[in-house]
């Protein structure tokens, strides 16, 4: 499918504003891409496509995570928002064609990050926390770790969302942490 399709698809089923942030998620994953040596145009679609499930009910997320098949942890079910990324991965197959899976894999992966990262997913990982419409406190810290390199700017961005769920009491999502874990060491130098 091509993208003005997807655009309207997406028009139909999102408000403005998450399609502008989806825009822009689109061309940020393609411009990090481009400078950490990755498919932009790949980069491009997964962040065009990122958020397809993020206006979903937590009943519609739950009801089609058990549709497809879509394992709801013990985190999910007290957090079913987290789920529209790997709800949103099976949309990509189902309602967009995409048959890409690295692409699939960093729509599923850009809430919680995974301890095994590819540099796609990770590039879309950090697009959605630094695209230009980002204006919260410390959003330029985090632009700023993205230049040095996609490790930089992925441990600084799993930082700055872990202690934002930590200060309002929320509970994190075990594959963040462990992404957390992995990535911090490979960052200092130090391997797990």
């Known amino acids: 499918m091509d993208r003005e399709k997807i655009i309207n698809i997406l028009r139909s089923t999102m408000p403005e504003k998450r399609l502008n942030h989806s825009l822009q998620v689109s061309e940020t994953a393609a411009h990090l891409a481009m ?49 529209h990324g790997p709800v949103g991965a099976a949309l ?24 095994e990262m590819s540099l796609l997913e990770k590039v879309v990982y950090i697009a959605d926390k630094i695209e230009p ?23 600084a961005c799993l930082a700055h969302f872990m202690y934002y769920l930590i200060n309002k009491g929320e509970i994190i999502h075990p594959d963040m942490v462990s992404a957390w874990n992995i990535m911090a060491l490979k960052v200092a130098g130090r391997n797990f």
């Open 133 to 155: 419409g980002r204006r919260y406190d410390g959003v330029a810290v985090l632009r700023e770790a993205a230049r040095r390199g996609p490790d930089e700017g992925l441990v």
């Open 35 to 83: 400078n950490y040596g990755c498919d932009p145009g790949r980069a491009a679609l997964a962040g065009l496509l990122h958020d397809c499930a993020r206006d979903r009910s937590d009943e519609e997320l739950l009801s089609l995570a058990g549709e497809y098949g879509i394992n709801i942890s013990f985190v999910e079910s007290r957090c079913p928002l987290i789920l």
């Open 92 to 115: 990509c197959r189902d309602r967009f064609g995409v048959d890409d899976k690295e692409v699939i894999r960093a729509v599923a992966l850009h809430t919680t990050g995974s301890p």
